[in-house]
DNA sequence: ATCTACTATATAAATTATTATATAGAATAC
DNA sequence: GTATTCTATATAATAATTTATATAGTAGAT
């Protein structure tokens, strides 16, 4: 249901499939996961129901470009979307379910492992996010206050991401603790 | 993928379809959600691949149950699924996609209801959480030291939904705090 | 010259998930 | 007594997603 509402919105400023892709893979990632296989199907689906318009241009590099933009009944239904309320509880968090499972495996080595891994992976996530935070304090001596209309609202979703992985990697920090703390009993 | 993993763990105890809806509501509603609709065919998939076996019986209450319980095959499974290492970067966060579009809405009002819906939904969803901590500390008096190892790792999961949904407590009310500020303006 | 990486779009097949709907017994509230 | 809620299972239709695969031009490296 969103990543139709996703195309809609970023849409707004026209971008071929490969563009939306790329907007998947450095900014969306943060609460968003799409393959090239699911997006260019439903900008087909979405042009078809008239949300989106195409229009063929040739490339500088490579094949030639669909360029999509999105239509009046278009952002319509991103209005509708977003005036219905926030979508929550909806969440799937693959790891955590992993977690919770973690006493089915046969031995504390693999539990702790497991948690040495998601450790290093949330690290390298928080640091990518800051990264982009710092860059953006860079072009706002006044951050957050002074961002601009276009890029406020997307850098509260950054701001969460931060303080949400933030929040991952202490976790797992403490729960290493806590285990290596059981494994010495 | 996880949810028939979700499956396979959970039912290393007998249950009932019914049984394991109840599970999902109460207890993994922190970190995964499925409908009925959707648990009863993945029983019965997972009972023909031979991952769980089903036994009938009569019930005290209503009609007849069916109580599954994972195999030897079904265990191997769950196993090979938490070896494979932790699952991250395939989160979906759709009131962070909408906070992202916000700016699409047309005007301040709609975007600080949005926010204040949000931050009211948070709310609710952190203190059901506390609450269920609250409860374990009443039966762990050193808790989280003395937890038994079949409530250490639930317990994680639910040491980081504390964490994380406070965090975006205090994301939200930080959001509503920079968007006033810009209505003033 | 040819290999690799990147740009660019797309489909087929299979799986997974949602929405809507159906049935039915038992318990509880009014 | 009847309406509602809870227990209990299930399917049909639709939608969304993943996995795998195919094609093809351009740029830069070796």
């Known amino acids: 249901m969103s990543l139709k509402h996703i195309l809609l919105g970023v849409l707004q400023r026209p971008k071929s499939g490969y563009d939306v892709k790329q907007m998947f ?42 360029i999509y933009q999105t239509t ?39 539990r702790l492992k497991f948690l040495q891994d998601l450790l290093m992976r949330m690290r390298e996530w928080h640091q990518a996010l800051v990264s982009i935070q710092v860059q953006t304090k860079l072009r706002y001596p006044n951050y957050p206050h002074d961002l601009s209309e276009e890029e406020f609202y997307p850098n509260l979703t950054l701001m969460l991401g931060v303080k949400k992985v933030g929040a991952n990697v202490e976790w797992v920090e403490e729960s290493i603790e806590l285990l290596r703390a059981r494994m010495n009993e």
């Open 25 to 66: 893979d450095h900014v969306f990632s943060n609460f968003w996961a799409a393959k090239l296989s699911q997006i260019y199907p439903q900008l087909k689906k979405l042009t078809d129901e008239g949300l989106l318009t195409v229009q063929e241009t040739p490339s500088d590099k490579g094949p030639n470009k669909k």
């Open 72 to 110: 009046a009944a278009g952002k319509l239904a991103l209005i509708a979307w977003l005036t219905d309320g926030p979508m929550i509880h909806t969440e799937k968090l693959a790891y955590l379910a992993q977690t919770y499972f973690l006493g089915s495996l046969d031995n504390d080595q693999q």
